[in-house]
């Protein structure tokens, strides 16, 4: 059983988790991503609603990243890696 944790991601974080690639800059800028969320996976589009992609318009910071520059958000959905026991 996992923890699933519904939280927001700025438009750059659900572009690099969906794509799996730096949509631009330096990839020490996304090391933050790595060391934030250390056990955990990540994924974009987990709605808890029917029907929705987008938060909105918010300047509450990226769960994802911590980045506190204003924008859209969406949802995504982090859970603790387990690790199997033999």
Do not use: Q
Not at 36 to 62: I, K, Y
């Amino acid at each position: 059983m996992t923890d699933e944790t519904y939280i927001e991601l700025c438009v750059d974080c659900g572009m690099f988790l969906a794509n799996g690639t730096i949509p631009y800059g330096d990839e020490s800028e996304w090391a933050g991503i790595a060391e934030r969320w250390d056990g955990w996976h990540l994924a974009v589009g987990n709605c808890p609603e029917e029907d929705c992609e987008c938060v909105g318009f918010t300047m509450s910071p990226c769960d994802g990243c911590g980045s506190r520059l204003g924008g859209s958000r969406y949802h995504g959905a982090a859970w603790r890696i387990e690790e199997k026991v033999s």
